[in-house]
T-cell receptor
Framework: NAGVTQTPKFQVLKTGQSMTLQCAQDMNHEYMSWYRQDPGMGLRLIHYSVGAGITDQGEVPNGYNVSRSTTEDFPLRLLSAAPSQTSVYFC?????????????FGPGTRLTVL | AQSVAQPEDQVNVAEGNPLTVKCTYSVSGNPYLFWYVQYPNRGLQFLLKYITGDNLVKGSYGFEAEFNKSQTSFHLKKPSALVSDSALYFCAVRDPYGSSNTGKLIFGQGTTLQVKP
């Protein structure tokens, strides 16, 4: 049981490039989400999904796309990278949407945009 | 609106001494509270949660947390700190899901725990 996995661990992009951050979970969780962590701003929700084929926006969705074609995978796409997207990105998954359900986090992707 | 607060940016403690990391909360409805730990350059790891019942919740790595409804607090504790406990600790509560609510975790600002040998 690998839990939540993310690739790559580190990435450097130039402004305007696009890329996809991968996230997968093997716990058959319905709810998956992407956060970004920035100094002084805590963790902010980018996008989330409550099941295959269903996605929705979080607090800071601009510049990012997501899709959920399977229960296991929830990739995050940066369409045209900007320096403001330099951050640490965490994927999380959760069995459901109840207040008591625990969210489990991946190890993170550290992204630098030059 | 749900919120949690961690009043201390940093807590310093000597190895072998007890440690406490403070958290207070404001929620509508029943409080369901979580603690996570983030080691340097790592993801967030779940430590423990309070749902209902016993006010003392036991979690991973010897940590426990005390829920106090009258003081709206959920402090993280450990009887004897280790140098390896040095990390960033987050208290959290989950936003409701439905309507315009996302079901996201709402985090406190984090407390850095420094355990000195």
């Amino acid at each position: 049981n690998a839990g939540v996995t993310q690739t790559p661990k580190f990435q450097v992009l130039k402004t305007g490039q696009s890329m996809t951050l991968q996230c997968a979970q093997d716990m058959n969780h319905e709810y998956m989400s992407w956060y970004r962590q920035d100094p002084g701003m805590g963790l902010r929700l980018i996008h989330y999904s409550v099941g295959a084929g269903i996605t929705d926006q979080g607090e800071v969705p601009n510049g990012y796309n997501v899709s959920r074609s399977t229960t296991e995978d929830f990739p995050l796409r940066l369409l045209s990278a900007a320096p403001s997207q330099t951050s640490v990105y965490f994927c999380a998954s959760c069995v459901g949407f109840k207040f008591t359900d625990t969210q489990y986090f991946g190890p993170g992707t550290r992204l630098t945009v030059l | 609106a749900q919120s949690v607060a961690q009043p201390e940016d940093q807590v310093n403690v000597a190895e072998g001494n007890p440690l406490t990391v403070k958290c207070t909360y404001s929620v509508s409805g029943n409080p369901y509270l979580f603690w996570y730990v983030q080691y340097p350059n790592r993801g967030l790891q779940f430590l423990l949660k309070y749902i209902t019942g016993d006010n003392l919740v036991k979690g991973s790595y010897g940590f426990e947390a005390e829920f106090n409804k009258s003081q709206t607090s959920f402090h993280l504790k450990k009887p004897s700190a280790l140098v390896s406990d040095s990390a960033l600790y987050f208290c959290a509560v989950r936003d409701p899901y439905g309507s315009s609510n996302t079901g996201k975790l709402i985090f406190g600002q984090g407390t850095t725990l420094q355990v000195k040998p």
